[in-house]
């Protein structure tokens, strides 16, 4: 397979693998009709925080959240599933994964390259057992009721983690995108309940736009349960997630951002990282991304 042609494909696997982690838990709350003067205030949702603590990446905090969620509900299986996306988001942190570089450099989504650093033993272990838990506890719900959201999401979740970290931390990308099939086939899952929730279209609106970025011969090859390679309605739905979504408006945008960087975009890029950086104050790498696309700014508009 020539190199660039192997590269593009490659780029491809990672935008899907990056995506399905993310698009977890909004699936348990309906969206909800504007409120009226009548309508009761929803209760709070426990795991919003939590998630604020994960873009902070204050990893401890967020365990320490998820361990009073276990308490209250042992059964529960989010908690579970939420749990292994903070022990996945420690190695990213560790392995600087999340950098944009590091998905600006091609040659860091081929099978083997990127990162030389092995992974952490350890947490991975916890990482999997964990897994393994949410998936348990999720099993038992469906069994007697194969559309409840909070089971479905959690199972949407084990898969996008156990996608993602096969893919960028042992950086087996291609075993990855295989394990993201069934990301989407639980995701759509969600989405064909009613009402809508817009954190669902996290994955699809991703692979639309991958699959639709592949060259037409090999999209014969990856194929996905009602995924129509249209790049247009992948964007669209990305930003319907970064406007409306519960849980991953964040990460939608960072995904947006990352795009604008690959084309050039660095103004809109930059509009991007400045509000994010704002939102996640105590998260570093934002801080330092934005540092980055101000000085290639700064340097472009030396060369004019």
């Known amino acids: 397979m020539p190199r660039m042609f192997r590269l593009r494909v490659a780029v491809a696997v990672a935008v899907i693998l990056c995506a399905p982690a993310f698009q977890i838990a909004a699936a348990a709350q309906p969206a909800s009709a504007p409120p009226t003067d009548t309508a009761p205030a929803p209760a709070p949702d426990p795991f919003v925080p939590i998630f604020n603590r994960l873009y902070n990446y204050d990893f401890a905090t967020?365990?320490?959240?998820?361990?009073?969620?276990?308490?209250?509900?042992?059964?529960?299986?989010?908690?579970?599933a939420v749990r292994a996306a903070v022990y996945m988001f420690s190695e990213f942190e560790r392995l600087k994964i999340l950098e944009t570089e590091f998905f600006i450099d091609d040659d860091n989504m081929v099978d083997g390259q990127g990162?030389?650093?092995?992974?952490?033993?350890?947490?991975?272990?916890?990482?999997?057992?964990?897994?393994?838990?949410?998936?348990?506890?999720?099993?038992?719900?469906?069994?007697?009721?194969?559309?409840?959201?909070r089971a479905l999401l959690a199972?949407?979740?084990?898969a996008g983690v156990a996608a993602d970290y096969t893919g960028f931390v042992e950086r087996r990308q291609?075993?990855?995108?295989?394990?993201?099939?069934?990301?989407?086939?639980?995701?759509?899952?969600?989405?064909?309940?009613?009402?809508?929730?817009?954190?669902?279209?996290m994955n699809v609106g991703s692979l639309e736009y991958v699959v639709g970025s592949l060259p037409f011969y090999v999209r014969w090859f990856v194929r996905f349960d009602k995924i129509e390679g249209n790049k247009r309605k992948g964007?669209?739905?990305?930003?319907?997630?970064?406007?409306?979504?519960?849980y991953y408006g964040p990460f939608a945008r960072i995904l947006l951002a990352v795009a604008s960087l690959r084309e050039h975009k660095l103004e809109?890029?930059?509009?991007?990282?400045t509000q994010l950086a704002a939102e996640f104050p105590e998260n570093p790498l934002l801080?330092?991304?934005?540092?980055?696309?101000?000085?290639?700014?700064a340097a472009q508009k030396k060369t004019r």
Do not use: C
Not at 235 to 246: C, D, F, M, Y
Not at 268 to 273: G, L, P, S, Y
């Open 62 to 80: 967020a365990h320490m959240m998820l361990d009073e969620r276990q308490r209250a509900d042992a059964a529960d299986p989010l908690p579970y």
């Open 115 to 149: 990162h030389r650093q092995k992974p952490d033993a350890e947490v991975k272990r916890r990482l999997f057992v964990t897994l393994d838990a949410a998936r348990a506890r999720a099993n038992v719900i469906l069994t007697a009721d194969p559309s409840q959201r």
């Open 155 to 158: 199972m949407v979740m084990a």
């Open 174 to 201: 291609w075993k990855g995108m295989s394990l993201t099939r069934e990301t989407n086939r639980y995701a759509q899952k969600l989405l064909a309940l009613k009402p809508p929730v817009y954190d669902a279209y």
């Open 235 to 246: 964007i669209e739905q990305l930003k319907l997630v970064a406007q409306h979504g519960t």
């Open 268 to 273: 809109d890029a930059r509009q991007i990282v």
């Open 287 to 297: 801080a330092r991304e934005l540092d980055k696309v101000t000085a290639r700014i």
